[in-house]
């Protein structure tokens, strides 16, 4: 985490330099001497404030966990609260922002899960990220599921993000958001009861341009 007194002007530069200088070479090449050459800063500053560059790759991903979060709830705000279906692809949705699959975004995020199993400041970002999508998936499913249901369907579902996500970054072609979200919304249909996933349809109906919506707010994050 950057120590307080950071310049505010400061940080944004230097956890996009981050992410630029991750693309281009990866973090293990990804000197504090290239990051602070992007971001046009003397290292001395990073190793001040961050110590390191593992403090920096902190408190960059702090940032697109950040992005990703407000991403969700934007989708959230724009779905009906009684529609929980609708909500739960909206949590699905914001965790395939266009902003979480930019090149850069994604080679940062395979940066931070490699470095997570070794730091433990990181593993624990990594944690309250997990704990974050469960307790947003289990709030909607325990609506329409019993409590231990909900909480396997929600296990499922956030094991298919993380593995279409991976596997989608490992490709060339990259991550296909719209084949992501068909997927889990296909198994989201086997495990909901009918009359949710009719309640469902019956908002679609009502508000026809509901996914267009939230297809607007990705793009803007």
């Known amino acids: 985490m950057p120590k307080v007194g950071m310049p505010q002007i400061r940080k944004p530069q230097l956890i996009d330099a981050t992410m630029e200088a991750i693309n281009a070479v990866g973090l293990q090449k990804a000197s504090v001497a290239m990051i602070s050459g992007y971001a046009g800063v003397s290292p ?4 001040h404030y961050f110590g390191g ?12 966990l950040r992005q990703l979060s407000e ?11 009684e529609d929980v279906v609708g909500r ?8 395939f922002d266009p902003h979480q699959l930019d090149s850069k975004v994604v080679k940062t995020w395979l940066a931070f899960w490699s470095r997570a199993m070794h730091e433990p400041s990181l593993y624990r970002l990594q944690r309250v990220n997990e704990k974050r999508l469960l307790s947003h998936l289990l709030l909607e499913l325990k609506r329409v599921l019993p409590a231990e249901q909900a909480l396997f369907v929600a296990q ?4 298919l993000i993380d593995g279409i ?8 072609s990259g991550i296909n958001s719209d084949l ?7 198994y989201l249909e086997q495990q909901l009861p009918v009359a949710t996933l009719e309640q469902h349809r019956a ?11 939230n297809k607007e707010i990705g793009t803007k994050h």
């Open 156 to 159: 499922t579902i956030a094991a």
């Open 71 to 81: 991403g969700v709830k934007s989708r959230l705000a724009a779905t009906d609260p």
């Open 53 to 64: 560059k593992d403090g920096l790759l902190e408190a960059t991903m702090r940032s697109v």
């Open 88 to 95: 739960i692809k909206a949590i699905v949705g914001g965790n």
């Open 44 to 47: 001395a500053i990073i190793n």
């Open 180 to 186: 992501a979200q068909r997927i889990i919304g296909d």
């Open 203 to 213: 908002f679609e109906y009502a508000s026809p341009t509901l996914e267009s919506v």
């Open 165 to 172: 996500w991976l596997r989608g970054a490992l490709t060339p």
